[in-house]
């Protein structure tokens, strides 16, 4: 995930956060941009593509978090709790599944699902 903190006139720090080493410890990559806002945050998209982790697996026989969620989970999850829960359940997938249902399940990452779930953001039913 990378941010964009303003750091003076035209000034910008790009933080691109890179995983944990070997010690737990959390590890960024670090730049000073010069420029726009708009221009500090397409050079941080750039940044992010650049050193987002290589995942290697079963692409085939991937599925998508929307097809996990409808398919998988939440058939488990009603069966386990009361009918108007699992009817609140159920709303919240149909809800989610717009902005994450497209994302592989397969290396998914806490990042990835906060960038899909932006878009929800400025939407009527979750502003307050």
């Known amino acids: 995930m990378a941010h964009v903190r303003r750091r003076g006139p035209n000034t910008y720090e790009i933080r691109v956060y890179l995983g ?3 010690g737990g410890k959390k ?3 670090i730049e000073t941009f ?3 806002r708009g221009q500090a945050q397409r050079r941080a998209a750039e940044l992010e593509v650049l050193h987002r982790p290589r995942v290697s697996g079963p692409l085939k026989a991937a599925i998508t978090l929307g097809e996990y969620l409808e398919k998988r989970w939440l058939p488990k999850a009603k069966a ?3 009918e108007r829960t699992g009817e609140t359940y159920k709303w919240h997938v149909r809800r989610l599944l717009p902005a994450v249902g497209h994302l592989p ?3 998914l990452t806490a990042g990835d699902l906060q960038d899909a779930l932006e878009s929800l953001q400025g ?3 979750t502003r307050r």
């Open 20 to 22: 944990r080493d070997a």
């Open 27 to 29: 590890k960024y990559l």
């Open 34 to 36: 010069r420029g726009t």
């Open 80 to 82: 386990a709790v009361t």
């Open 105 to 107: 399940l397969y290396g």
């Open 123 to 125: 939407s009527p039913v």
